[in-house]
């Protein structure tokens, strides 16, 4: 019996040693589960950080963005300002060089009319005397 005894006791030993050496494990398997638990934690609270930052970076550049449209829309109104503007100096320039062909013409015709009427007062002078 005491046979049976000291066999059972090597096994239950053995089985002690076993179960000390897996719960050993189970630590180092759980400290590692842990380390990995706190690595993705902590790159979640990063990502998290990072969305955050991008966020407010995209609404910078919205913003940005916006006032160059504006500023392209204010752009495009002062030039079809200016071209309408061009248009109409244009048109005053065509005028104007009407008038001025109409104000040498009527410069011939008075210069015309002055030596008409210099050869009339020369003939009446002539005639008088």
């Known amino acids: 019996c005491r046979l049976k005894i000291e066999e059972e006791i090597v096994f239950l030993e053995q089985q002690l040693k076993e179960k000390e050496e897996t719960e050993g494990t189970n630590l180092i398997v759980q400290k590692q589960l ?3 638990i706190l ?3 902590r ?3 990063e990502s998290r950080r990072e969305i ?3 966020g407010e970076e995209l609404e910078q550049l919205r913003s940005e963005n916006f006032s160059l449209w504006q500023e392209l829309e204010k ?3 002062h030039s079809s300002e200016s071209v309408a503007k061009t248009e109409v100096l244009k048109y005053e ?3 104007l060089e009407t ?3 109409e104000n040498k013409t009527l410069k011939s015709s008075l210069d015309e009319s002055k030596q008409n009427s210099s050869t009339c007062r020369a003939e009446l002078e002539f005639l008088l005397v």
């Open 34 to 36: 842990e380390n990995k």
């Open 39 to 41: 690595d993705v934690t």
């Open 43 to 45: 790159l979640i609270t």
């Open 52 to 54: 955050v930052y991008n």
């Open 75 to 77: 752009t495009r109104q």
């Open 93 to 95: 320039m065509k005028e």
């Open 99 to 101: 008038v001025r062909n």
